[in-house]
């Protein structure tokens, strides 16, 4: 089974819509320089909301590979809810992925595992894949329960999943230690979790759904570092966030392939 690598920039609460079109041209170019090839990895960025449009109308008119998504949805398909944002509204602007259960939606808007399960559910309905994120603090770590405790997440964001929507579907595994701390998890600490994570899809759905999943990892990722961690089998990505902001350094991360030996 050979899932095709993504590289995700979660741009978080950074960057208007002029900044927006600027960085995604300078990232289009950086990658046309290096003769990128796209199917070594699919490339998308994550930007606010308020830079979508201008997103898609940068990429649609430059004809660009780039794929684009959501940090965030509502689980309402619409109607009375101040401020929320419904998957068709992300839809019809030509997203094709959205972050549920981000560790700081989970920790600054108390999302529940269940509400996560609901928006999954929401992304898929409205035709886009969700990036299911999942992930430890550090004294869950350093008690040594980091396994139990994302697997407990997966069960529970999951619960919500029929099987043909679960193989549709992305996991990112980012320990919350490891994000924007500069502490990046060995690549074996990535590996244990996201090998777990796959074992227990495997449970759950079958082997070979468990297989078409692809499991990203998060939290520091870099040009630096990120072909030591995407040697590991179970790794299939990064979702990167600091570093996704500078373009000529995340084309870097992009073209991990480049630089594993
Ligand atoms: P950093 O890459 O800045 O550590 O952020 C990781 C992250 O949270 C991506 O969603």
New binding site residues.
Partial sequence: MTRTPLMAG?W?MNLDHLEATATIQRLHWALQDANFDYGKAEVAVLPPFTDLRSVQTVTDADNMSIRYGAQDVSVHPDGAYTGEISARMLSKLGCSYV?VG???RRQYHGETDQEVGEKALAALAGGMVPII?VGEALAIRKAGEHVAYTLAQIDAVFAELAPELASRSVV?Y?PIW????GEVATPADAQEVCGAIRERLAELYGRDAAEAIRILY?????SSNVAAIMAEPDVDGG??????LDPEEFARVCRFSEYIA
Wanted: glycine fraction near 20%; aromatic fraction near 0%; proline fraction near 0%.
């Fill in positions: 979660n978080k972050v981000h560790s700081e994120c990112a980012e490891a994000i924007g701390t998060g939290g520091s990722v870099k979702l990167v966030g600091g570093a996704s």
